[in-house]
């Protein structure tokens, strides 16, 4: 289900949290000479524009469907959560090259000053995570902000670790390491984001449903004889659909056949939105095979 209202109020708190330490963080560590901190300030801005997306993406959700948008604007957080799939692939990239660059030039890092200004931002984003997660597994959008602000946290925790090295060993080194770990660590939230938006937006078999056993299931209720064109897909977060051609026995009483088979998919597939097009067979099919998968995943035939 798309974000609601209610669900809006930790998003607008998160943002105005985040986008507020991200300036402070970054002035801090351009004063630092740190890279650890402007690759965590980077990192939270992009946290908070993913957030500014999701708040947008809500507002667009919410409105109703048309006869042009049957559906409404419910993708749009799926169109938003691989936005921000893509800015993250980018930066993470942008402060790996950076890292390397210094690796060669450690420059001088004030350590003292990481070292507060990282303690503060483990603070904010240990209270972010607090307000978004009640609200994790509601949407795509949440998911994303929360694991965002999750890799916030612990390149925050990274950037401690960098400054107290700096302080008790001096090792300018460590500076440079921790940002490509922090690097590393948002490509690993991209990925898992861009994976599953465009498993949606490419209409690919929802996580944990298996459509062969569908089929099967299907095609074993009493008086069915085919199942094929059998569709499974997600129109946004948590609103899976599935459509299906079925043929049944010339005697078969086709609406009956109709009513078990959507209850068969909502109660035992969680799938609630499903459109079946159910047809008595001719009499002239011969060779109907009930439930096997050919070569193609769909059609089922």
């Known amino acids: 289900m798309h974000l609601r209202r209610r669900e809006t109020q930790p998003l607008t708190l998160a943002l105005a949290l985040v986008l507020a330490f991200a300036v402070v963080e970054a002035v801090a560590g351009a004063f630092a000479g740190s890279l650890a901190l402007l690759a965590d300030a980077g990192h939270m801005a992009a946290d908070a524009g993913a957030l500014a997306v999701a708040l947008f993406a809500a507002w667009l959700a919410r409105r109703p469907a048309t006869p042009r948008r049957s559906f409404g604007w419910r993708r749009a957080e799926i169109l938003a959560a691989l936005a921000n799939g893509l800015t993250l692939v980018g930066i993470a990239l942008l402060i790996i090259v950076e890292a390397a660059r210094r690796l060669s030039e450690p420059p001088d890092v004030t350590g003292g000053l990481v070292l507060v200004v990282g303690g503060v931002g483990l603070v904010v984003n240990i209270v972010t995570a607090q307000l978004l997660h009640p609200k994790a597994d509601s949407s795509l959008n949440m998911r994303v902000a929360f694991r965002h602000v999750l890799a916030d946290l612990f390149s925050s925790a990274g950037v ?7 302080l008790v060993t001096g090792w300018a080194y460590v500076d440079p390491l921790i940002s490509v770990g922090i690097g590393l660590l948002v490509l690993v939230s991209a990925w898992s984001v861009l994976r599953e938006s465009l498993g949606i937006l490419l ?18 209720v009493a008086g069915v004889l085919q199942v094929h064109d059998l569709h499974i897909w997600t ?40 459109t079946l097009q159910v047809e008595h067979a001719s009499g002239k099919e011969e060779s109907l095979q009930l ?6 995943r769909t059609p089922l035939v």
């Open 160 to 166: 401690i670790v960098a400054a107290l090295v700096l």
């Open 203 to 220: 209409e690919a078999t929802p996580d944990g449903i298996d459509s062969e056993e569908v089929g099967r299931s299907m095609a074993a």
């Open 291 to 296: 439930g096997v998968a050919g070569a193609r």
């Open 235 to 274: 129109i946004t977060t948590g609103f899976p659909a599935l459509s299906a051609h079925v043929l049944v026995e010339p005697a078969a009483d086709c609406h009956k056949i109709r009513r078990a088979l959507d209850e068969l998919v909502r109660e035992r597939f969680s799938l609630a939105h499903s």
